[in-house]
């Protein structure tokens, strides 16, 4: 009937603006429709109407329940009852918005939650993450990039709770472990504020209180609507950054090679450029033969960088007999470069020279 239509939408808009769906109230209709002399299609319909908009309800304000992908089944599956998040039925609605918008970008991208900035993120950051997956989800921020909180995230996150302006980084250098060891990545992201539109999820006052074991800041109480969280949307543009550096030293030794008069000069030339680009060439050692006087050869270090003087990886010579460089505790493979006239490429450099 047109009364019970009425009193159906009545008991579950509701819970549309709360975002916290509930059983009993929308159950309640049905009991409701029973004090009316309806005949049995029509509480049937009544019936199937209320089944059909409690699964919109559900699907509009739980869309996390019906995310697929590995992140959002690991994250359905955390525990989440034993953190202050409580279990996720739970949850503000603009929590469960918001995730849905990081778990449905291709981006990597993360939120930071809560006054104890609670991590979740989606499959492309855990790449970024490297060997902190699966342990980052639900950690706070300042735990899983502890190494550049103070220097980068702190100061961002603090004024994105103080102002709610947004904030973009670019060319952001972090280490990571994707391939099992430790290598540079640049990455350019934005971060923005996700504002809390639910009066349960502030405190008091009537605001929320934000970074309150990580800052002394707090987020202005004039605010309708305070800042709860941080979404960040990055992407990675290493290959962008490292081609730049490199093809920059190519440059630059070509600009210091025309200026040269000599051999020494061009030794010169080679390692001051290795120099000013000590991300790519940590150390380097140039070494080139000399005639002795009593008529033997040696091989002379020339120029090097990166090494201290003295240090055994850096010998100020190497003697040689019958053209075959002496190297007893086979440091460098000198030998093999001459005959085959080839770059030979040395591994375990790390563990050979400890000490520098």
Same mark, same amino acid.
């Given at each position: 009937?047109? +009364?019970?239509? /009425?009193?159906l !939408?009545?008991t &579950?808009?509701?819970?549309l603006?709360? !975002?916290?769906?509930?059983?009993?109230?929308?159950?309640q209709?049905?009991?409701?429709t029973s004090?009316f002399?309806?005949?049995?299609?029509?509480i049937?319909?009544?019936?199937?109407?209320? *089944?059909?908009?409690?699964?919109l309800i559900?699907?509009?304000?739980?869309?996390?329940?019906?995310?697929?992908?590995?992140?959002a089944?690991l994250?359905?599956?955390?525990?989440?009852?034993?953190?202050?998040?409580?279990?996720i039925e739970?949850w503000?609605g603009?929590?469960?918005t918001?995730?849905?918008i990081v778990?449905g970008?291709?981006?990597? !991208?993360?939120?930071?939650?809560?006054s104890?900035l609670?991590m979740f993120y989606?499959?492309n $950051?855990?790449?970024?993450?490297?060997?902190?997956?699966?342990?980052?989800?639900g950690?706070? /921020? $300042?735990?899983?990039?502890?190494?550049?909180?103070?220097?980068?995230t702190?100061? %961002?996150i603090?004024?994105?709770?103080? +102002?709610?302006?947004? &904030?973009?980084?670019?060319?952001?250098?972090?280490v990571?472990?994707?391939h099992?060891?430790?290598?540079e990545? $640049?990455?350019?992201?934005?971060m923005s504020?996700?504002r809390d539109?639910?009066?349960d999820?502030?405190?008091n006052?009537g605001s929320? =209180?934000?970074l309150?074991?990580?800052?002394?800041s707090?987020?202005s109480?004039?605010s309708s609507?305070?800042?709860i969280?941080?979404?960040?949307?990055? $992407?990675?543009?290493?290959g962008s950054?490292?081609?730049?550096r490199?093809?920059? &030293?190519?440059?630059?030794f070509?600009?210091?090679n *025309?200026?040269?008069h000599?051999?020494q000069?061009?030794?010169? =030339?080679v390692i001051?450029?290795?120099?000013s680009?000590?991300?790519?060439?940590?150390?380097?050692?140039l070494?080139?033969?000399?005639?002795?006087p009593?008529? &033997?050869?040696?091989?002379?270090?020339?120029s090097n960088?990166?090494?201290?003087?003295?240090?055994?990886a =850096?010998?100020?010579h190497?003697?040689?007999?019958?053209d075959v460089?002496v190297?007893r505790?086979?440091?460098?493979?000198?030998?093999?470069?001459i005959?085959?006239? /080839?770059p030979? %490429?040395?591994k375990?450099v790390?563990?050979r020279f400890?000490t520098f």
């Amino acid at each position: 009937s047109h +009364t019970s239509a /009425q009193l159906l !939408a009545f008991t &579950t808009l509701p819970h549309l603006t709360k !975002a916290t769906p509930s059983h009993k109230n929308i159950t309640q209709v049905i009991d409701i429709t029973s004090s009316f002399h309806l005949d049995r299609v029509e509480i049937l319909f009544l019936n199937h109407l209320n *089944a059909i908009l409690h699964l919109l309800i559900v699907i509009m304000v739980y869309p996390l329940m019906f995310r697929e992908g590995k992140m959002a089944d690991l994250i359905k599956a955390y525990p989440w009852e034993t953190t202050s998040l409580g279990p996720i039925e739970t949850w503000p609605g603009v929590l469960h918005t918001s995730l849905d918008i990081v778990l449905g970008t291709d981006f990597p !991208a993360s939120l930071c939650w809560g006054s104890e900035l609670l991590m979740f993120y989606n499959d492309n $950051y855990v790449e970024l993450l490297g060997p902190r997956h699966p342990n980052a989800l639900g950690k706070p /921020q $300042y735990e899983v990039w502890a190494e550049v909180w103070e220097s980068l995230t702190k100061p %961002i996150i603090t004024r994105i709770f103080e +102002t709610g302006m947004p &904030t973009w980084v670019s060319n952001a250098m972090l280490v990571t472990n994707r391939h099992s060891y430790d290598e540079e990545s $640049y990455y350019t992201f934005s971060m923005s504020a996700i504002r809390d539109n639910d009066d349960d999820s502030r405190d008091n006052n009537g605001s929320f =209180a934000v970074l309150s074991s990580t800052s002394s800041s707090s987020s202005s109480s004039s605010s309708s609507c305070p800042v709860i969280g941080v979404f960040n949307i990055s $992407y990675e543009n290493t290959g962008s950054v490292v081609s730049t550096r490199r093809f920059g &030293t190519l440059q630059d030794f070509m600009r210091r090679n *025309a200026l040269v008069h000599s051999v020494q000069d061009v030794c010169d =030339a080679v390692i001051t450029t290795c120099q000013s680009n000590p991300q790519d060439i940590p150390f380097a050692l140039l070494y080139l033969y000399e005639d002795q006087p009593d008529g &033997t050869r040696v091989l002379k270090m020339k120029s090097n960088t990166g090494v201290p003087a003295g240090h055994r990886a =850096a010998p100020s010579h190497f003697h040689m007999k019958d053209d075959v460089i002496v190297d007893r505790e086979g440091m460098w493979p000198f030998s093999q470069a001459i005959w085959s006239r /080839q770059p030979v %490429i040395l591994k375990g450099v790390s563990e050979r020279f400890r000490t520098f």
